[in-house]
């Protein structure tokens, strides 16, 4: 599993947070070419693309890597919720 560490720091008097991600060698390449698969799936680039018109075409900043991220983020909760409904 992938640990996060938060930590806040003081930056010219203000509270600053951050995460650091810390996976072992081998979760990192396990979730490496789960994204991997992922992002070259059909399903995935039909989700990506639509993302990318529909921002598009709302004036969204950086349409084609906010579709990206938004596409991926959901395939991403999709198989943790997968994962997490076939270990119960």
Known sequence: MLKLHLNASKVRGTAVSY?????NAVDLR??????????????FQKLKNEL?????????????VTAFADALYTFLTEYEEAALTSSS
Request: charged share 20%; with cysteine.
């Open 30 to 43: 396990i979730w490496l070419d789960q994204i991997a698969l992922i992002c070259l799936s059909k399903e």
């Open 19 to 23: 995460a650091s991600i810390t996976p």
């Open 52 to 64: 990318e018109s529909f921002y598009g075409e709302v004036n969204v900043p950086q349409a084609d």
